[in-house]
């Protein structure tokens, strides 16, 4: 059988529950740095705000979004995808109704908080944590598809947005999305009718993780691979996200219009596809710790193109690069955490590293406006940022090695 055969039966035979991570993970979207930047430039002439003043005010609401994943995260080791996430999505509705209606530049960091916690935090955390729990042997391939979810997002809504903002008021278009978001709703609890607790579960499909034991968020926390895994987490989510953060400024700096620097992201989107596909396939056939290693090299190369890109065709290079790692960013580290741990407390653990991810997402953006306020250009800084994620990944090398020797080890 062929891998496009094999994973239309799979998708034909999960559809409710795939759909619904799906759903969620192009919901998250809405909370994500690659759509609210692009308003940033809306954003700061509202408020009178520099480069600068947003990235602080992004990095203050994105990091008290990262400590309340810490306790908010294992509500999904207790509740139903079905209750756990319907509530959030009313959530995140309310989040965008606060930033078409907020008129006060001291209320910002507040937006951004709800919007974070609720979109990048809450919504894409039940997604991945339902993928990871309710597959086991195909878990690479469940992540996978739930990913397009977001890639579809990507792949859409950036040139979306930037032709409606032509024709419609930007807080207007903020209204529209919390009413989508309330519709997504109807749509999920149809999709989950059948679902089972948490609880439930554990009694028939959850899996092991090292030394065949299920892995508390206490005992992970103190395990050496958990925090070699931290640099690739937050490099990836920081410095990344400052990228789409400051795509408007970017787009400045290479002399190019915002619309044209936009319309190369479908390529990325196309290359993130694809890539998540395959390393959806080989993980469910190598595992996720052989990989690891290895999914950050694109993203190294692709940084040192952002800073030398004497022309829009070298950024697209870049940006397609940027999609091949995603693709093991948005499969390989969900699938990590179940592979490594267990899925018993996937969702506590998986909070922990969420947080780690938002916090890097917050001081990406904070850190790259600051250093653009003090006259560092933002491409010199593509080039510091290749050089950590080529430190994240080396270091990932020997960790990994002994984990794979634990997980062979293992009853």
Same mark, same amino acid.
Request: aromatic share 14%; with cysteine.
């Given at each position: 059988?062929?891998?496009?055969?094999?994973?239309?039966?799979?998708?034909?035979?999960?559809?409710?529950?795939?759909?619904?991570?799906?759903?969620?993970?192009?919901?998250?979207?809405?909370?994500?740095?690659?759509?609210?930047?692009?308003?940033?430039?809306?954003?700061?002439?509202?408020?009178?705000?520099?480069?600068?003043?947003?990235?602080?005010?992004?990095?203050?609401?994105?990091?008290?979004?990262?400590?309340?994943?810490?306790?908010?995260?294992?509500?999904?080791?207790?509740?139903?995808?079905?209750?756990?996430?319907?509530?959030?999505?009313?959530?995140?509705?309310?989040?965008?109704?606060?930033?078409?209606?907020?008129?006060?530049?001291?209320?910002?960091?507040?937006?951004?908080?709800?919007?974070?916690?609720?979109?990048?935090?809450?919504?894409?955390?039940?997604?991945?944590?339902?993928?990871?729990?309710?597959?086991?042997?195909?878990?690479?391939?469940?992540?996978?598809?739930?990913?397009?979810?977001?890639?579809?997002?990507?792949?859409?809504?950036?040139?979306?947005?930037?032709?409606?903002?032509?024709?419609?008021?930007?807080?207007?278009?903020?209204?529209?999305?919390?009413?989508?978001?309330?519709?997504?709703?109807?749509?999920?609890?149809?999709?989950?009718?059948?679902?089972?607790?948490?609880?439930?579960?554990?009694?028939?499909?959850?899996?092991?993780?090292?030394?065949?034991?299920?892995?508390?968020?206490?005992?992970?926390?103190?395990?050496?691979?958990?925090?070699?895994?931290?640099?690739?987490?937050?490099?990836?989510?920081?410095?990344?996200?400052?990228?789409? %953060?400051?795509?408007?400024?970017? /787009?400045?700096?290479? !002399? #190019?219009?915002? *619309? &044209?620097? $936009?319309?190369?992201?479908?390529? +990325?989107?196309?290359?993130?596809?694809?890539?998540?596909?395959?390393?959806?396939?080989?993980?469910?056939?190598?595992?996720?710790?052989?990989?690891?290693?290895?999914?950050?090299?694109?993203?190294?190369?692709? %940084?040192?193109?952002?800073?030398? /890109?004497?022309?829009? !065709? #070298?950024?697209? *290079? &870049?940006? $397609?690069?940027?999609?091949?790692? +995603?693709?093991?960013?948005?499969?390989?580290?969900?699938?990590?955490?179940?592979?490594?741990?267990?899925?018993?407390?996937?969702?506590?653990?998986?909070?922990?590293?969420?947080?780690?991810?938002?916090?890097?997402?917050?001081?990406?953006?904070?850190?790259?406006?600051?250093?653009?306020?003090?006259?560092?250009?933002?491409?010199?800084?593509?080039? +510091?940022?290749?050089?950590?994620?080529?430190?994240?990944?080396?270091?990932?090398?020997?960790?990994?090695?002994?984990?794979?020797?634990?997980?062979?080890?293992?009853?």
């Amino acid at each position: 059988m062929s891998t496009e055969t094999g994973y239309l039966r799979f998708i034909r035979e999960n559809l409710p529950f795939l759909g619904a991570g799906f759903l969620l993970s192009f919901l998250s979207s809405f909370g994500q740095t690659f759509f609210i930047s692009i308003f940033g430039g809306e954003i700061r002439e509202a408020y009178g705000l520099s480069n600068g003043d947003w990235g602080l005010i992004y990095m203050v609401g994105t990091g008290a979004s990262a400590a309340l994943m810490v306790f908010a995260g294992g509500l999904a080791d207790r509740f139903r995808v079905r209750s756990l996430g319907i509530v959030v999505v009313l959530m995140l509705a309310s989040a965008c109704l606060f930033m078409a209606f907020n008129a006060a530049a001291a209320l910002l960091p507040f937006v951004i908080f709800a919007l974070r916690f609720t979109g990048q935090g809450m919504t894409s955390h039940v997604a991945v944590v339902a993928m990871a729990r309710w597959f086991v042997a195909t878990r690479g391939r469940a992540l996978a598809v739930a990913s397009f979810g977001f890639m579809f997002g990507e792949a859409t809504l950036p040139l979306t947005m930037v032709w409606l903002k032509t024709m419609i008021e930007w807080r207007t278009l903020w209204i529209g999305f919390a009413g989508f978001c309330v519709l997504a709703c109807l749509v999920l609890y149809r999709l989950l009718r059948l679902e089972r607790t948490p609880q439930a579960m554990a009694e028939t499909t959850q899996s092991t993780g090292m030394y065949g034991k299920h892995w508390t968020r206490a005992e992970a926390l103190r395990h050496p691979l958990f925090w070699a895994m931290v640099p690739a987490v937050m490099s990836f989510s920081g410095f990344g996200t400052a990228f789409w %953060f400051h795509q408007v400024h970017f /787009a400045e700096v290479k !002399g #190019w219009s915002h *619309l &044209a620097l $936009v319309s190369v992201f479908p390529l +990325g989107t196309l290359a993130l596809s694809l890539s998540t596909v395959g390393y959806g396939w080989a993980i469910d056939r190598l595992g996720a710790v052989r990989l690891l290693p290895i999914y950050l090299i694109p993203y190294v190369v692709a %940084f040192i193109l952002h800073w030398y /890109a004497p022309s829009l !065709g #070298w950024t697209a *290079l &870049a940006v $397609v690069l940027m999609g091949i790692a +995603g693709g093991g960013q948005a499969t390989l580290l969900n699938a990590c955490w179940a592979e490594f741990y267990g899925t018993k407390n996937i969702g506590s653990i998986k909070s922990a590293a969420a947080a780690l991810m938002v916090l890097g997402s917050a001081i990406g953006p904070g850190l790259s406006g600051w250093l653009i306020d003090i006259g560092v250009g933002f491409e010199v800084q593509q080039l +510091g940022y290749a050089a950590m994620f080529a430190f994240a990944a080396l270091i990932l090398i020997v960790p990994t090695r002994r984990a794979q020797a634990a997980l062979a080890a293992s009853p």
